[in-house]
């Protein structure tokens, strides 16, 4: 019951996850009558893997596999991608070397200078911003401050709870879309 409330944090972990539950419950099972023992077994078992289950319903890292798709479908000739941090660039090659691609150096950035200057020569500038790793980075709306001199995305797609993908047309291309 505790894990439909808090599927994540201490209460998951201390009661159900631990060994010494695991431990704990296997005592607990040899002092059952010996009939009993198999069904006991199977009980804890199925509602250990019940406790699972809102645990992994709950998006608990960012999703760069989704956001490594996406770019990997959308991404064009030409097109730049603007990041925050380059760690974003790493867990989608992470994830799109699995499909035999990846992401050179040549299509990303963090300068948001090359950015403008690749979007006023008509290139399409895709900036990703999102969470990598444990560390205190940026916020959205600081992000959002930094590209400011980009404009106005003309699409803007949230992936997840952690990731937004904006992308903004340059000048020939904006025509074609």
């Known amino acids: ?9 201490m209460p998951r972990y201390t009661l159900w996850s631990a060994a010494p539950f695991f431990i704990c419950a296997g005592l607990g099972i040899t002092l059952v009558p010996r009939r009993l023992q198999v069904p006991a077994v199977a009980t804890v ?44 660039v790493h867990m989608m090659n992470l994830y799109l070397r699995r499909q035999g691609a990846h992401l050179p150096k040549t299509v990303w950035t963090q300068n948001v200078q090359q950015a403008a200057a690749a979007l006023a020569a008509g ?15 940026e916020n959205k709306a600081q992000f959002l401050t930094q590209i400011a001199s980009l404009g106005q995305p003309s699409a803007e797609q949230d992936i997840g709870l952690d990731i937004v993908l904006l992308r903004f047309n340059g000048l020939t291309t904006e025509a074609a879309d």
């Open 123 to 137: 290139h399409r500038v895709w900036a990703i911003h999102g969470r990598v790793g444990q560390a205190d980075h």
């Open 1 to 9: 019951a505790i894990s439909t409330i808090s599927p994540v944090w």
């Open 45 to 88: 078992g199925l509602l250990a893997a019940l406790n699972l289950h809102p645990y992994y319903q709950d998006e608990t890292k960012p999703r760069w596999d989704l956001a490594a798709a996406d770019l990997h479908t959308d991404l064009q000739p030409g097109d730049l991608l603007l990041v925050d941090d380059p760690g974003a």
